[in-house]
């Protein structure tokens, strides 16, 4: 029997009860994409223009909701009715990383009001498990899931090595709630089945001025992700059908690289 | 010659050339208060009571204003205007947690607009130095400053041991941003000087159901502690006048340890 990240993305479903978990392994089957666009526009025009056009490729919309400048609750409402047009779920890239008082009132609290419309959410492991706790005493009520973040794709990040192998315990004390990690290669025992989200995925790039390096979809599901995280890729386009047609190229090479890591591992 | 920390803090302007550092500095003297009022509460109304009763105690607010439900752009104007009646500076608590490129529009943009009103905000060094550069050049054209998190006061954090090194020597190499540390202790070289703020100072309680730890005032300025942050030990008295003596108790508390700490260093 295979490790569980070598099976099919249906049948890894045995593995979650976490009903977010369970939503996007569904998703990713049914449209056999395991693609996340990152949206990281600041107009809500510009939001709902990339989300309209990438929504038909993804499993997975990220979002970075605090750098709308014009943000509203009508925002919401739109990405609520384009998840249900374009059948994909939505992952607000927070990062959390404040204690666990702290981080129950940012999720749950002020105009944003995350945990309401966001199926993910990710936090760091630096302020310890508490953090954990808190986003679970709002989030699990609601069936959200949570991401940790074990590794990170800038140059120089201290998520490595000890870090990294603490957060992962971490996780695996709040299994119900965190469902995986952001993470540029497979975590856990070969016998664990975490989702592995990675960023930092662009085709023909080498990484932007502020330390951000890239890397293929070939690349990262090799090595282990289940989900490739794409922004500037496609949202950097010109045109909304140039940002459509691209979209659609990461996911066909996603899904490639998928049905490519199944045939290896049956050889 | 003491080591520059255990100098008055008028002498220590010497040491920085960050605008938002040396206003601090002036403002603790002038003030006699090393008092930082932590505000975690999450309607436009209470934070400006309580900013209001424990203005002329402090030296610096702590907001987080991603927690305010009702938040609008007059709520910052208010707290400009108190900020000016009580002479006390403004520190959002954003900890920013991304890479270069995202911390960027996080901090630029946005409904909350942080780098226009804030004059410190903070930083997790996980991500690598990129974030730095990335907040940098927002925050330095604008006279912020940057405080980094090199520990944290919750129970199982990883910000220790070779992360709160490396978090240090990040900081070392943007000195003139990265004006000092969250943290618990005195950090860096004896000869050099860096603002530590440290949070989690409470008297009489000893933690959270959630993980957070408490230390007295005196404990954490003996330590190091050139600003004390308390939260819930001020803001979660009944009543605007009993914030207000509380806050007056802990301001008379910290300077006390202050003093303590400038004899302890002469003698």
């Not at 939505?90 to 944003?112: C, M, P, W």
């Not at 498990?129 to 609601?142: F, N, R």
């Not at 794709?153 to 695996?172: D, H, N």
Request: glycine residues 10%; negative net charge.
């Amino acid at each position: 029997m295979p490790a569980p990240y070598l099976q099919s993305y249906e049948s890894r479903l045995a593995n979650y009860n976490n009903p977010a978990a369970r939503a996007l392994l569904e998703c990713i089957a049914r449209k056999q994409s395991n693609l996340c666009v990152s949206v990281d526009v600041s107009t809500k025009a510009k939001v709902l223009e990339v989300v309209d056009a990438v929504g038909p490729s993804v499993c997975l919309i990220k979002t970075h909701i605090d750098i709308v400048e014009d943000f509203d609750a009508d925002l919401l409402d739109q990405l609520e009715q384009l998840s249900k047009k374009h059948d994909f779920l939505i992952f607000e890239d927070r990062k959390f990383a404040d204690i666990g008082n702290t981080v129950v009132l940012q999720y749950s609290k002020g105009v944003h009001q995350i945990a309401s419309w966001s199926h993910f959410t990710n936090a760091h492991s630096v302020p310890g498990p508490g953090i954990i706790a808190g986003l679970a005493s709002v989030g699990l009520p609601l069936g959200r899931g949570l991401l940790l973040l074990a590794e990170m794709s800038s140059e120089g990040t201290l998520a490595k090595g000890e870090y990294t192998e603490a957060t992962v315990q971490m996780a695996r004390e709040s299994r119900g709630f965190v469902v995986g990690f952001i993470a540029q290669q497979r975590l856990g025992r070969a016998d664990e089945d975490f989702l592995i989200l990675t960023p930092g995925v662009q085709l023909g790039s080498a990484g932007d001025s502020l330390g951000q390096q890239y890397n293929t979809p070939a690349a990262v599901v090799g090595k282990g992700a289940d989900v490739i995280i794409v922004g500037r890729g496609v949202y950097g386009k010109a045109g909304k059908e140039a940002v459509r047609e691209e979209a659609e190229r990461y996911k066909k090479e996603g899904w490639a690289a998928y049905e490519q890591r199944m045939k290896a591992a049956q050889a």
